[in-house]
Protein backbone atom coordinates (compact mmCIF):
# COMPACT_ATOMS: atom_id res chain seq x y z
CA UNK A 1 0.00 0.00 0.00
CA UNK A 2 1.70 3.58 -0.84
CA UNK A 3 2.20 5.85 1.35
CA UNK A 4 2.53 9.79 0.89
CA UNK A 5 4.24 12.19 3.56
CA UNK A 6 3.14 16.25 3.05
CA UNK A 7 5.62 17.48 5.90
CA UNK A 8 7.06 20.87 7.46
CA UNK A 9 4.01 23.29 6.20
CA UNK A 10 3.89 26.30 7.56
CA UNK A 11 0.79 26.62 8.90
CA UNK A 12 -1.45 23.40 8.55
CA UNK A 13 -5.07 24.28 8.50
CA UNK A 14 -6.65 21.11 9.68
CA UNK A 15 -10.63 22.38 9.71
CA UNK A 16 -11.32 19.39 12.33
CA UNK A 17 -13.26 19.32 15.38
CA UNK A 18 -11.18 21.48 17.11
CA UNK A 19 -10.11 23.66 14.03
CA UNK A 20 -6.32 23.04 14.25
CA UNK A 21 -3.71 25.45 13.04
CA UNK A 22 -0.65 23.89 13.42
CA UNK A 23 3.46 25.15 12.57
CA UNK A 24 5.36 22.96 10.95
CA UNK A 25 2.79 20.17 10.46
CA UNK A 26 1.34 17.69 7.86
CA UNK A 27 0.01 14.58 6.91
CA UNK A 28 0.36 11.09 6.31
CA UNK A 29 -1.26 8.91 4.12
CA UNK A 30 -1.63 5.58 2.99
CA UNK A 31 -3.56 4.07 0.28
CA UNK A 32 -6.00 7.06 -0.36
CA UNK A 33 -6.59 7.33 3.25
CA UNK A 34 -5.07 9.59 5.76
CA UNK A 35 -3.63 8.09 8.78
CA UNK A 36 -2.10 10.57 11.14
CA UNK A 37 -1.91 14.51 10.87
CA UNK A 38 -0.03 17.01 13.04
CA UNK A 39 2.96 18.48 13.98
CA UNK A 40 6.22 16.89 11.74
CA UNK A 41 7.16 15.67 15.45
CA UNK A 42 4.19 13.34 15.55
CA UNK A 43 4.33 11.90 12.36
CA UNK A 44 6.28 9.17 10.50
CA UNK A 45 9.45 10.14 9.06
CA UNK A 46 9.48 7.52 6.15
CA UNK A 47 7.14 7.21 3.26
CA UNK A 48 7.26 5.84 -0.15
CA UNK A 49 7.16 9.75 -1.09
CA UNK A 50 8.04 12.43 1.17
CA UNK A 51 6.95 16.17 -0.09
CA UNK A 52 8.36 19.12 2.04
CA UNK A 53 6.00 22.16 1.85
CA UNK A 54 7.99 25.05 3.88
CA UNK A 55 6.66 28.07 2.89
CA UNK A 56 3.10 26.59 1.85
CA UNK A 57 -0.18 26.70 4.22
CA UNK A 58 -1.57 23.36 3.53
CA UNK A 59 -5.62 23.08 3.61
CA UNK A 60 -8.37 20.24 3.22
CA UNK A 61 -8.78 20.06 -0.72
CA UNK A 62 -11.60 22.46 -1.34
CA UNK A 63 -15.15 21.55 -2.43
CA UNK A 64 -17.16 22.81 -5.47
CA UNK A 65 -21.01 22.42 -4.93
CA UNK A 66 -22.55 23.97 -8.52
CA UNK A 67 -20.78 24.36 -11.61
CA UNK A 68 -21.67 23.68 -15.33
CA UNK A 69 -18.26 22.69 -16.84
CA UNK A 70 -19.53 22.58 -20.33
CA UNK A 71 -20.04 26.26 -20.11
CA UNK A 72 -16.26 26.91 -20.50
CA UNK A 73 -16.70 26.83 -24.30
CA UNK A 74 -19.31 30.04 -24.17
CA UNK A 75 -17.39 31.97 -22.14
CA UNK A 76 -17.52 36.34 -22.16
CA UNK A 77 -20.06 35.39 -25.13
CA UNK A 78 -20.56 39.61 -25.91
CA UNK A 79 -24.32 38.75 -26.54
CA UNK A 80 -24.47 37.36 -23.05
CA UNK A 81 -22.09 39.49 -21.11
CA UNK A 82 -24.48 42.03 -19.70
CA UNK A 83 -27.43 40.25 -19.48
CA UNK A 84 -29.84 38.73 -16.07
CA UNK A 85 -30.48 35.83 -15.99
CA UNK A 86 -33.50 35.04 -18.13
CA UNK A 87 -32.05 36.49 -21.06
CA UNK A 88 -28.87 35.55 -20.60
CA UNK A 89 -29.76 31.75 -20.90
CA UNK A 90 -32.09 32.96 -23.77
CA UNK A 91 -28.84 33.90 -25.38
CA UNK A 92 -26.67 31.38 -24.68
CA UNK A 93 -29.18 28.01 -25.22
CA UNK A 94 -29.17 27.69 -28.94
CA UNK A 95 -25.45 27.73 -28.84
CA UNK A 96 -25.11 24.74 -26.32
CA UNK A 97 -27.54 22.90 -28.93
CA UNK A 98 -24.93 22.29 -30.42
CA UNK A 99 -22.68 19.89 -27.58
CA UNK A 100 -21.23 17.54 -29.07
CA UNK A 101 -20.10 13.75 -26.67
CA UNK A 102 -16.71 15.68 -27.64
CA UNK A 103 -17.05 18.87 -26.65
CA UNK A 104 -18.99 17.81 -22.84
CA UNK A 105 -15.38 15.38 -22.81
CA UNK A 106 -12.87 18.10 -23.11
CA UNK A 107 -14.86 21.04 -21.43
CA UNK A 108 -15.12 18.98 -18.86
CA UNK A 109 -11.58 18.14 -18.60
CA UNK A 110 -11.03 22.00 -19.14
CA UNK A 111 -13.05 23.04 -16.39
CA UNK A 112 -11.87 20.35 -13.79
CA UNK A 113 -7.94 21.58 -14.52
CA UNK A 114 -8.91 24.74 -13.78
CA UNK A 115 -10.97 23.76 -10.37
CA UNK A 116 -8.11 21.80 -9.54
CA UNK A 117 -5.67 24.49 -10.19
CA UNK A 118 -7.11 26.91 -7.94
CA UNK A 119 -7.33 24.60 -4.78
CA UNK A 120 -10.42 22.33 -5.65
CA UNK A 121 -10.50 18.44 -5.46
CA UNK A 122 -14.42 17.68 -5.35
CA UNK A 123 -16.51 19.03 -7.41
CA UNK A 124 -20.33 18.50 -8.48
CA UNK A 125 -21.50 19.51 -12.12
CA UNK A 126 -24.74 19.91 -12.92
CA UNK A 127 -25.39 19.04 -16.95
CA UNK A 128 -28.86 19.59 -17.99
CA UNK A 129 -28.67 19.43 -21.71
CA UNK A 130 -28.17 16.74 -23.84
CA UNK A 131 -28.15 17.37 -27.82
CA UNK A 132 -26.29 15.20 -30.55
CA UNK A 133 -25.75 12.32 -28.36
CA UNK A 134 -24.48 13.71 -25.68
CA UNK A 135 -24.09 12.06 -21.91
CA UNK A 136 -23.32 12.56 -18.64
CA UNK A 137 -20.94 9.32 -18.85
CA UNK A 138 -18.64 11.73 -20.97
CA UNK A 139 -18.40 14.38 -17.67
CA UNK A 140 -17.85 11.49 -15.31
CA UNK A 141 -14.98 9.95 -17.96
CA UNK A 142 -13.15 13.35 -18.02
CA UNK A 143 -13.35 12.96 -14.08
CA UNK A 144 -11.97 9.55 -13.76
CA UNK A 145 -9.34 10.61 -16.89
CA UNK A 146 -7.84 13.86 -14.50
CA UNK A 147 -8.34 12.35 -11.05
CA UNK A 148 -10.71 14.64 -9.87
CA UNK A 149 -13.23 13.41 -6.95
CA UNK A 150 -16.62 13.81 -8.38
CA UNK A 151 -20.36 14.28 -8.17
CA UNK A 152 -22.44 13.73 -11.23
CA UNK A 153 -25.40 16.05 -11.60
CA UNK A 154 -28.13 14.17 -14.05
CA UNK A 155 -29.49 17.45 -14.78
CA UNK A 156 -32.09 17.70 -17.24
CA UNK A 157 -34.89 20.29 -18.66
CA UNK A 158 -38.19 18.90 -20.22
CA UNK A 159 -41.07 21.91 -20.14
CA UNK A 160 -39.83 24.14 -23.42
CA UNK A 161 -41.12 27.30 -24.76
CA UNK A 162 -44.04 25.86 -26.65
CA UNK A 163 -45.23 24.60 -22.64
CA UNK A 164 -44.59 28.18 -20.93
CA UNK A 165 -41.07 26.81 -19.96
CA UNK A 166 -37.73 28.80 -20.98
CA UNK A 167 -35.94 26.71 -23.05
CA UNK A 168 -36.58 26.02 -26.98
CA UNK A 169 -38.45 23.27 -27.89
CA UNK A 170 -35.28 21.75 -29.56
CA UNK A 171 -33.39 20.94 -26.33
CA UNK A 172 -35.79 19.88 -23.88
CA UNK A 173 -36.54 15.99 -23.57
CA UNK A 174 -39.19 13.44 -22.89
CA UNK A 175 -39.67 12.90 -19.11
CA UNK A 176 -39.84 8.86 -19.17
CA UNK A 177 -36.09 9.40 -21.09
CA UNK A 178 -34.32 11.47 -18.38
CA UNK A 179 -35.79 9.29 -15.34
CA UNK A 180 -34.69 5.72 -17.66
CA UNK A 181 -31.28 7.68 -18.18
CA UNK A 182 -30.84 8.75 -14.72
CA UNK A 183 -31.81 5.29 -13.48
CA UNK A 184 -28.99 3.93 -15.60
CA UNK A 185 -26.79 6.47 -14.35
CA UNK A 186 -27.25 5.63 -10.87
CA UNK A 187 -26.97 1.81 -11.45
CA UNK A 188 -24.06 2.16 -13.42
CA UNK A 189 -21.67 4.83 -11.59
CA UNK A 190 -23.01 5.78 -7.86
CA UNK A 191 -20.89 4.86 -5.29
CA UNK A 192 -22.17 5.00 -2.17
CA UNK A 193 -19.39 4.26 -0.08
CA UNK A 194 -16.58 5.92 1.77
CA UNK A 195 -13.84 7.97 -0.23
CA UNK A 196 -16.08 7.34 -3.28
CA UNK A 197 -14.86 9.00 -6.62
CA UNK A 198 -17.63 8.99 -8.40
CA UNK A 199 -21.41 10.25 -7.03
CA UNK A 200 -24.61 10.38 -9.15
CA UNK A 201 -27.46 12.77 -8.13
CA UNK A 202 -30.28 13.42 -9.70
CA UNK A 203 -30.99 17.08 -10.54
CA UNK A 204 -33.87 18.45 -12.70
CA UNK A 205 -32.60 21.34 -13.96
CA UNK A 206 -34.72 24.49 -12.51
CA UNK A 207 -38.25 25.02 -11.63
CA UNK A 208 -38.79 26.98 -15.05
CA UNK A 209 -37.65 24.15 -17.29
CA UNK A 210 -39.00 21.06 -15.86
CA UNK A 211 -42.56 20.20 -14.90
CA UNK A 212 -43.78 19.56 -11.31
CA UNK A 213 -44.02 15.74 -11.85
CA UNK A 214 -40.76 15.22 -13.15
CA UNK A 215 -39.80 17.12 -10.10
CA UNK A 216 -41.78 14.65 -7.52
CA UNK A 217 -40.81 11.91 -9.76
CA UNK A 218 -36.91 12.44 -9.71
CA UNK A 219 -37.68 12.82 -5.22
CA UNK A 220 -38.91 9.74 -5.38
CA UNK A 221 -36.02 8.00 -7.87
CA UNK A 222 -33.50 9.64 -5.77
CA UNK A 223 -34.90 8.46 -2.58
CA UNK A 224 -35.35 4.89 -4.14
CA UNK A 225 -31.49 5.18 -4.52
CA UNK A 226 -30.42 7.18 -1.58
CA UNK A 227 -28.52 9.37 -3.84
CA UNK A 228 -29.10 13.40 -3.90
CA UNK A 229 -31.15 16.29 -5.26
CA UNK A 230 -30.28 18.86 -6.78
CA UNK A 231 -31.87 22.23 -8.56
CA UNK A 232 -31.42 26.05 -8.93
CA UNK A 233 -33.62 28.07 -6.65
CA UNK A 234 -34.68 31.24 -6.14
CA UNK A 235 -32.00 32.94 -8.25
CA UNK A 236 -33.29 36.45 -8.72
CA UNK A 237 -36.18 38.37 -9.14
CA UNK A 238 -37.80 36.84 -12.30
CA UNK A 239 -37.27 33.18 -10.60
CA UNK A 240 -39.50 34.65 -7.95
CA UNK A 241 -42.57 36.15 -10.11
CA UNK A 242 -42.50 33.04 -12.16
CA UNK A 243 -42.70 31.08 -9.14
CA UNK A 244 -45.54 32.88 -8.27
CA UNK A 245 -47.79 33.41 -11.37
CA UNK A 246 -47.14 29.59 -12.38
CA UNK A 247 -46.94 28.19 -9.20
CA UNK A 248 -49.11 30.05 -6.92
CA UNK A 249 -46.01 29.85 -4.40
CA UNK A 250 -42.67 31.02 -3.44
CA UNK A 251 -39.32 28.41 -4.31
CA UNK A 252 -39.09 27.44 -0.65
CA UNK A 253 -43.18 26.50 -0.74
CA UNK A 254 -42.73 24.91 -3.58
CA UNK A 255 -39.80 23.28 -3.04
CA UNK A 256 -41.64 21.59 -0.30
CA UNK A 257 -44.86 20.88 -1.99
CA UNK A 258 -42.88 18.32 -4.12
CA UNK A 259 -40.65 16.79 -1.45
CA UNK A 260 -37.47 18.70 -2.14
CA UNK A 261 -36.51 19.44 1.07
CA UNK A 262 -34.31 17.29 3.85
CA UNK A 263 -30.38 16.30 3.85
CA UNK A 264 -30.00 14.72 1.41
CA UNK A 265 -31.52 18.18 -1.48
CA UNK A 266 -29.12 20.77 -2.02
CA UNK A 267 -30.21 23.84 -4.21
CA UNK A 268 -27.88 26.56 -6.02
CA UNK A 269 -28.12 30.05 -5.50
CA UNK A 270 -30.88 30.78 -3.03
CA UNK A 271 -30.33 34.27 -3.83
CA UNK A 272 -33.67 35.57 -2.78
CA UNK A 273 -34.61 32.69 -0.16
CA UNK A 274 -37.33 34.67 2.30
CA UNK A 275 -37.16 34.50 5.68
CA UNK A 276 -39.88 31.35 5.83
CA UNK A 277 -37.70 29.81 3.47
CA UNK A 278 -34.67 30.08 5.44
CA UNK A 279 -36.14 28.68 8.86
CA UNK A 280 -37.58 25.48 6.52
CA UNK A 281 -34.25 24.87 5.27
CA UNK A 282 -32.45 25.34 8.42
CA UNK A 283 -35.14 22.67 10.28
CA UNK A 284 -35.09 20.49 7.70
CA UNK A 285 -31.61 20.32 6.95
CA UNK A 286 -31.69 21.22 2.87
CA UNK A 287 -28.40 22.85 1.76
CA UNK A 288 -27.79 25.84 -0.19
CA UNK A 289 -24.68 26.35 -2.87
CA UNK A 290 -23.95 29.80 -2.78
CA UNK A 291 -22.56 31.15 -5.95
CA UNK A 292 -21.87 34.62 -5.57
CA UNK A 293 -19.22 35.45 -8.54
CA UNK A 294 -21.82 34.10 -10.47
CA UNK A 295 -24.87 36.18 -8.43
CA UNK A 296 -22.75 39.24 -9.06
CA UNK A 297 -21.98 38.91 -12.81
CA UNK A 298 -25.81 38.54 -13.51
CA UNK A 299 -26.74 41.16 -10.61
CA UNK A 300 -28.56 38.41 -9.22
CA UNK A 301 -28.29 39.82 -6.14
CA UNK A 302 -26.76 39.00 -2.71
CA UNK A 303 -27.63 36.00 -0.91
CA UNK A 304 -28.37 36.17 3.29
CA UNK A 305 -25.55 33.61 4.32
CA UNK A 306 -25.61 35.24 7.63
CA UNK A 307 -28.84 33.94 8.09
CA UNK A 308 -29.08 31.19 6.64
CA UNK A 309 -25.93 29.81 8.88
CA UNK A 310 -27.77 31.56 11.85
CA UNK A 311 -30.90 29.23 11.23
CA UNK A 312 -28.59 26.19 10.52
CA UNK A 313 -28.88 25.60 6.98
CA UNK A 314 -25.90 23.76 5.33
CA UNK A 315 -24.44 26.23 2.93
CA UNK A 316 -21.26 25.52 0.54
CA UNK A 317 -20.21 27.75 -2.27
CA UNK A 318 -20.30 27.10 -5.91
CA UNK A 319 -18.18 28.42 -8.99
CA UNK A 320 -21.44 28.17 -10.70
CA UNK A 321 -20.66 27.90 -14.41
CA UNK A 322 -18.34 29.49 -16.35
CA UNK A 323 -20.19 31.57 -18.23
CA UNK A 324 -21.98 33.10 -15.81
CA UNK A 325 -18.48 33.31 -13.86
CA UNK A 326 -16.00 33.07 -16.52
CA UNK A 327 -13.80 32.85 -13.66
CA UNK A 328 -13.52 29.42 -11.55
CA UNK A 329 -11.23 29.74 -9.37
CA UNK A 330 -12.58 27.54 -6.25
CA UNK A 331 -9.97 29.57 -3.69
CA UNK A 332 -11.16 33.01 -5.03
CA UNK A 333 -14.78 32.19 -4.64
CA UNK A 334 -14.30 31.65 -0.99
CA UNK A 335 -12.62 34.92 -1.25
CA UNK A 336 -15.61 36.77 -2.84
CA UNK A 337 -17.85 34.69 -0.51
CA UNK A 338 -16.58 36.87 2.21
CA UNK A 339 -16.58 39.80 0.11
CA UNK A 340 -19.85 39.72 -0.80
CA UNK A 341 -21.28 39.08 2.71
CA UNK A 342 -19.36 41.93 3.81
CA UNK A 343 -21.23 44.62 1.42
CA UNK A 344 -24.70 42.92 2.03
CA UNK A 345 -24.45 42.59 6.05
CA UNK A 346 -21.20 44.28 7.68
CA UNK A 347 -17.83 44.07 8.09
CA UNK A 348 -18.08 41.51 10.46
CA UNK A 349 -20.52 38.99 8.15
CA UNK A 350 -17.79 36.38 7.20
CA UNK A 351 -14.39 36.20 8.55
CA UNK A 352 -11.45 34.65 6.15
CA UNK A 353 -11.58 31.36 8.28
CA UNK A 354 -15.63 31.39 7.98
CA UNK A 355 -15.29 31.92 4.30
CA UNK A 356 -12.29 28.68 4.18
CA UNK A 357 -14.85 26.50 6.61
CA UNK A 358 -17.52 27.13 3.95
CA UNK A 359 -14.92 25.89 1.06
CA UNK A 360 -14.05 22.86 2.76
CA UNK A 361 -16.65 21.52 5.17
CA UNK A 362 -19.40 23.61 4.25
CA UNK A 363 -19.00 22.06 0.62
CA UNK A 364 -18.60 18.02 2.10
CA UNK A 365 -21.64 18.59 3.62
CA UNK A 366 -23.68 19.74 1.55
CA UNK A 367 -22.82 17.17 -1.03
CA UNK A 368 -23.39 14.84 1.59
CA UNK A 369 -19.89 13.62 2.61
CA UNK A 370 -18.18 12.93 6.08
CA UNK A 371 -14.99 11.58 4.45
CA UNK A 372 -13.88 15.25 2.91
CA UNK A 373 -13.51 18.89 3.75
CA UNK A 374 -10.96 18.14 6.80
CA UNK A 375 -7.64 16.83 7.35
CA UNK A 376 -8.06 14.28 10.03
CA UNK A 377 -7.30 10.02 10.62
CA UNK A 378 -9.71 8.33 8.56
CA UNK A 379 -10.33 11.37 5.87
CA UNK A 380 -9.94 10.78 2.30
CA UNK A 381 -6.60 12.18 1.89
CA UNK A 382 -7.62 15.10 -0.42
CA UNK A 383 -5.41 18.11 0.48
CA UNK A 384 -3.90 21.02 -1.42
CA UNK A 385 -0.72 23.36 -0.60
CA UNK A 386 -0.47 27.16 -1.87
CA UNK A 387 2.85 28.93 -1.62
CA UNK A 388 2.76 32.15 -0.02
CA UNK A 389 5.43 33.79 -1.75
CA UNK A 390 6.30 36.09 -4.24
CA UNK A 391 4.60 39.80 -4.04
CA UNK A 392 0.96 39.11 -3.70
CA UNK A 393 1.84 37.28 -0.25
CA UNK A 394 4.57 39.68 1.02
CA UNK A 395 3.96 41.14 4.47
CA UNK A 396 0.37 39.49 4.67
CA UNK A 397 2.03 35.66 5.18
CA UNK A 398 4.06 36.76 7.92
CA UNK A 399 1.34 38.08 10.12
CA UNK A 400 -1.53 35.67 9.47
CA UNK A 401 -0.59 33.41 6.61
CA UNK A 402 -4.51 31.53 7.04
CA UNK A 403 -6.08 35.04 6.75
CA UNK A 404 -3.57 36.03 3.81
CA UNK A 405 -5.03 32.95 1.05
CA UNK A 406 -8.18 34.83 1.87
CA UNK A 407 -7.32 38.30 1.50
CA UNK A 408 -4.68 38.89 -0.83
CA UNK A 409 -4.72 37.79 -4.79
CA UNK A 410 -5.89 34.24 -4.76
CA UNK A 411 -2.90 31.85 -6.29
CA UNK A 412 -2.85 28.80 -7.73
CA UNK A 413 -1.91 25.29 -5.78
CA UNK A 414 1.41 24.37 -5.91
CA UNK A 415 0.58 20.68 -5.19
CA UNK A 416 -2.39 18.98 -5.04
CA UNK A 417 -3.35 15.40 -3.84
CA UNK A 418 -6.64 13.70 -4.34
CA UNK A 419 -7.72 10.20 -2.73
CA UNK A 420 -4.03 9.86 -2.42
CA UNK A 421 -2.53 10.60 -5.64
CA UNK A 422 -0.43 13.72 -6.18
CA UNK A 423 -2.39 15.52 -9.12
CA UNK A 424 -0.45 18.85 -9.76
CA UNK A 425 3.14 18.89 -8.92
CA UNK A 426 5.26 22.38 -8.34
CA UNK A 427 2.18 23.81 -9.96
CA UNK A 428 1.62 21.32 -12.59
CA UNK A 429 -0.67 19.32 -13.84
CA UNK A 430 0.40 15.31 -13.84
CA UNK A 431 -2.53 13.61 -14.71
CA UNK A 432 -3.47 15.17 -18.80
CA UNK A 433 -1.46 17.09 -21.36
CA UNK A 434 -3.25 20.48 -20.23
CA UNK A 435 -1.82 22.39 -23.67
CA UNK A 436 -3.32 19.79 -25.89
CA UNK A 437 -6.42 19.37 -23.87
CA UNK A 438 -6.98 23.60 -24.26
CA UNK A 439 -5.97 23.83 -27.79
CA UNK A 440 -8.98 21.19 -28.52
CA UNK A 441 -11.08 22.52 -26.60
CA UNK A 442 -10.92 25.91 -27.93
CA UNK A 443 -11.13 25.03 -31.50
CA UNK A 444 -14.85 23.33 -30.32
CA UNK A 445 -15.18 26.41 -28.79
CA UNK A 446 -15.03 28.50 -32.46
CA UNK A 447 -16.73 26.24 -34.21
CA UNK A 448 -19.54 25.90 -32.01
CA UNK A 449 -19.77 29.58 -31.87
CA UNK A 450 -19.23 29.89 -35.48
CA UNK A 451 -22.76 28.34 -36.63
ZN1 LIG B 1 -26.21 26.99 -12.18
Given amino acids: MPTLLL ?38 TQADEVI ?72 SDHLYIYPNGSRLDD ?27 LPPDSVVEDEGAILTDTRRLIETYHDARRHAMVQVAVAPCSPFSVSRELMRESATLARAYGVRLHTHLAENDKDISYSREVFGMTPAEYAESLGWTGHDVWHAHCVKL ?33 AMRAAGVPVGLGVDGSASNDGAHMLGEARQAMLLARVGHGPAAMSARQALELATLGGARVLGRDDIGALAPGMSADCVAFKLTGP ?13 LL ?31 LERHDAIARAMCAG
Fill in 7 to 44: KNAQTLVTMDAQRREIAGGGVFIRDGVIEAVGADTDLP
Fill in 52 to 123: DLAGHVLTPGLVNTHHHMYQSLTRAIPAAQDAELFDWLKTLYPIWARLTPEAIRVSTLTAMAELILSGCTTS
Fill in 139 to 165: AIASAVEIGMRFTASRGSMSVGESKGG
Fill in 274 to 306: DEPGIALFGRSGTGVAHCPCSNMRLASGIAPIP
Fill in 392 to 404: GFAGGAVHDAVAA
Fill in 407 to 437: FCTPPQVNWSVINGRVVVREGALTSIDLPVV
